[in-house]
């Protein structure tokens, strides 16, 4: 689950990092209350979406009257800012953070997020900051500098100081980011991070380093125990479909096929994907309702699935394990009949009572097709999206 910049920075000052001072709007006349609270001579306005690369499509300006800040708020409110993250459709501005401007002096680039292979947390560093970091850790690699964290120990002073080095900082500047990267840690820690970046990371002309943006996403796995950020998610920055997915406690990701899928665990769907691909299909979506599932769950399932106006067909793939086929027959059934599809179902039940349930399946006097493998399910599918 990722967070606003206002969010994230909110979870900093939290942990006692000092932030520029700025205030969040959602409103053009609310941006200039904004700044003339903050006070000065110039502010920065700046988009709040979850996406990065605002500032190379508009979204992040500096203003230097009051009518201007009313003339950038009214520009980004109710538009769709599209970046080279969220292409093509973009995430709306429901509100902009209204800050301080800062002398800056210098931008580095600093990140913690959790990296696979170590299994361990990544602080990755580099004295190239700014918009273009993407293309500097392309084109020149060597320039990312990255320190893996004791998981008992967390960041240490060497690696502090190591980093701090390498980014060519003296004085105040390096004092500073030797506090500043523990106490990023602890954040990190106790609010379930998989990802915290900084970017940029400024050193000020009176050589203080302080977060001038900020990154944050959530491990989803640990909302459970993580409720105050969990009311933070914003599901209009997320497909609608997924959004309601959330809502259902199904998982659910949108994808740009015409062939909805439904299936019980996610390597089960990841193979039913690419059976799809194999027969010269494109899947819709990716939609796991669980080993659990349930006849609602199902209906709910098939809800979500055809929110999408691209999908032609829907194949259901379900191995009876924890749950019976027939329970979940019995749940396509209702599920169809409820939601009233509209277009070809095609169905494999395999394992637990998946005789009785095909049998279910066939007196429901419904178009749903039952295929004996999954292959024929994929190809069955294929055919009638076509």
Same mark, same amino acid.
């Given at each position: 689950?990722?967070?606003?910049?206002?969010?994230?920075?909110?979870? #900093?000052?939290?942990?006692?990092i000092?932030t520029?001072?700025g205030?969040?709007?959602?409103?053009?006349?609310?941006?200039?209350?904004?700044?003339? *609270?903050?006070?000065?001579?110039?502010?920065?306005?700046?988009?709040?979406?979850?996406?990065?690369?605002?500032?190379?499509?508009?979204?992040?300006?500096?203003?230097?009257?009051?009518?201007?800040?009313?003339?950038?708020?009214?520009?980004?409110?109710?538009?769709s800012?599209?970046?080279?993250?969220?292409?093509?459709?973009?995430?709306p501005?429901?509100?902009?953070?209204?800050?301080?401007?800062?002398?800056?002096?210098?931008?580095?680039?600093?990140?913690?997020?959790?990296?696979?292979?170590? *299994?361990?947390?990544?602080?990755?560093?580099?004295?190239?900051?700014?918009?273009?970091?993407?293309?500097?850790?392309h084109?020149?690699?060597?320039?990312?500098?990255? *320190?893996?964290?004791?998981?008992?120990?967390?960041?240490?002073?060497?690696?502090?100081?190591? #980093?701090?080095?390498?980014?060519?900082?003296?004085?105040?500047?390096?004092?500073?980011?030797?506090?500043?990267?523990?106490?990023?840690?602890?954040?990190?820690?106790?609010?379930?991070?998989?990802?915290?970046?900084?970017?940029?990371?400024?050193?000020?002309?009176?050589n203080?380093?302080?977060?001038?943006?900020?990154?944050?996403?959530?491990?989803?796995?640990?909302?459970?125990?993580?409720?105050?950020?969990?009311?933070?998610?914003?599901?209009?920055?997320?497909?609608?479909?997924?959004?309601?997915?959330?809502?259902?406690?199904?998982?659910?990701?949108? #994808?740009?096929?015409?062939?909805?899928?439904? $299936?019980?665990?996610?390597?089960?769907?990841?193979?039913?994907?690419?059976?799809?691909? #194999?027969?010269?299909?494109?899947?819709?979506n990716?939609?796991?309702?669980?080993?659990?599932?349930?006849?609602?769950?199902?209906?709910?399932?098939?809800?979500?699935?055809?929110?999408?106006?691209?999908?032609?067909?829907?194949?259901?793939?379900?191995?009876?394990?924890?749950?019976?086929?027939?329970?979940?027959?019995?749940?396509? $059934?209702?599920?169809?009949?409820?939601?009233?599809?509209?277009?070809?179902?095609?169905?494999?039940?395999?394992?637990?009572?998946?005789?009785?349930?095909?049998?279910?399946?066939?007196?429901?006097?419904?178009?749903?097709?039952?295929?004996?493998?999954?292959?024929?399910?994929?190809?069955?599918?294929?055919?009638?999206?076509?």
């Amino acid at each position: 689950m990722n967070l606003h910049e206002y969010q994230a920075k909110q979870l #900093l000052r939290a942990g006692n990092i000092t932030t520029p001072r700025g205030i969040v709007a959602s409103s053009a006349e609310a941006a200039v209350a904004a700044a003339t *609270e903050l006070g000065g001579e110039a502010w920065v306005v700046k988009a709040q979406i979850h996406a990065g690369g605002r500032g190379k499509v508009g979204g992040v300006k500096v203003v230097k009257s009051l009518d201007e800040v009313r003339a950038m708020a009214t520009k980004l409110f109710g538009t769709s800012l599209v970046t080279n993250q969220n292409a093509p459709d973009g995430q709306p501005v429901n509100q902009v953070l209204v800050e301080e401007t800062l002398p800056i002096a210098r931008e580095l680039y600093l990140s913690l997020l959790v990296d696979r292979e170590t *299994e361990r947390v990544a602080i990755v560093a580099s004295a190239a900051g700014g918009m273009d970091i993407e293309e500097v850790a392309h084109a020149t690699p060597e320039k990312v500098l990255t *320190e893996i964290c004791d998981p008992l120990l967390g960041v240490q002073d060497f690696q502090c100081r190591a #980093l701090a080095f390498a980014l060519e900082l003296t004085g105040e500047a390096y004092k500073d980011f030797c506090r500043l990267l523990p106490a990023l840690y602890r954040v990190f820690i106790a609010n379930d991070l998989s990802l915290l970046e900084i970017n940029p990371l400024i050193v000020t002309t009176d050589n203080r380093v302080l977060p001038l943006d900020c990154k944050m996403s959530v491990e989803d796995n640990a909302l459970y125990r993580r409720r105050a950020l969990a009311e933070l998610r914003d599901d209009s920055q997320i497909d609608a479909k997924e959004a309601a997915a959330n809502a259902a406690n199904v998982n659910y990701v949108a #994808l740009t096929g015409n062939i909805g899928c439904m $299936v019980n665990g996610a390597g089960l769907a990841m193979a039913t994907m690419d059976l799809i691909q #194999l027969e010269g299909g494109t899947p819709a979506n990716f939609l796991d309702v669980g080993g659990n599932a349930t006849p609602e769950t199902v209906a709910q399932g098939f809800k979500i699935i055809l929110l999408d106006p691209n999908v032609r067909a829907v194949l259901i793939n379900i191995f009876g394990g924890i749950v019976r086929c027939d329970v979940i027959a019995e749940g396509i $059934v209702q599920a169809v009949k409820e939601v009233g599809v509209k277009v070809p179902v095609i169905v494999r039940l395999e394992g637990t009572n998946a005789i009785q349930g095909r049998a279910l399946l066939a007196e429901s006097g419904l178009a749903i097709l039952a295929a004996a493998t999954l292959t024929q399910a994929a190809r069955l599918a294929v055919e009638k999206a076509q």
